[in-house]
């Protein structure tokens, strides 16, 4: 029986997610919003059927970058193929909540059990393409993915760390290694803030070392590999990193912070982090939105910061970026039941499987 016939037989779907928050018989599920989180979850389920492992980028005793594998226990908390697990997409994630004000912030992929309910997981996810603009007129051993981050991202790293360190006796450790920076009065002023911030980054980067053993992923980012700047899927074209909370720090720390005399938005989002779990040990708490709407520094808050390529490159390298391990063909096997016809092609994943119907055949 050949595939065409068997994607008859069966409805609209993505592989393994036998409960989800989303009904892809109905086509609004297959938007470009949803597409983005949900293929990506399947992606990854897929890998694991076959026994791969996605790339896990954390750190070392020495805050260097290093590549592990994660295993679904890790990622997931659960088996995602077995039939008790739960795909909640877009969705609040109880664990962090208690550590800010405000409404409920949304995150990318809760994974639950189905059975019970119980919160297993939080992550954000980030579809890429590689290469990127910034990229993609060089080397192929020298491509990179731009990787986009939204300040609700860093309200999960903050609530990442601060349920680190969450008795009496740990916070009180991490308010130590935070008063290592002078005290600051008014946050919102970047004359007060500006001469300290090299304290800020090393008070951060002291916690990633105190809680380098607790890392833990935060963020799912599938790559998809084209034809240089050509809308062409390449044979070895997916594969997924994971990035650590602590890796994710690592991000704004590309470039020589020692000597600055201007704020750009990585040191802002250094600063944002700080100022959160500031006010994590001195309230319990933190109004994330209030401080990325005070702790602006002329710059737009749409996003915290964005990575190109020429810098995601050192994080990324490897043979899993030169040759991602699963082909354009294996699609066929992730989207299930005629589901490519449902897609709207309004960005460019969607529309280049669109435009690639032979990979369906």
Known sequence: MNMSMVGQQIKPGLFGQKHSSRDYTKAECWGKNQFNSSFPASLVAYMYSKGISPIYICIDSNSRIEHREIGFEDLFGI???VDDAYYNFEAGFAPYERFYLGDREKIDLVMMRNS??????GLEVKLTALPDNT???LPESEWGTEIVMRPPTICFLACSICSKYNTLETKERLRSILRQVPQINHWEE????LPHYTKILNAILSISTD???SQKPLIIQPIWKTEGSKMRLREDCLDVFVWSNLSVIQMCCTEDSSQINKLNRFHRTIIWLYKMLLDYVTYDCFDYKRIIRLQSYNLANDKAFALPGTKSHAFLQGD??????ISKYEIKNIVLGGGQELLSPERRFDAVIVNSPDIFN
């Open 211 to 213: 809680m380098n053993d």
């Open 116 to 121: 019970t309910s119980e919160v297993l997981s």
């Open 320 to 325: 899993q970026l030169l040759k991602p391990r």
């Open 79 to 81: 088996d995602p193929l």
């Open 190 to 193: 970047i004359e007060e803030v």
């Open 135 to 137: 990229t993609k007129s």
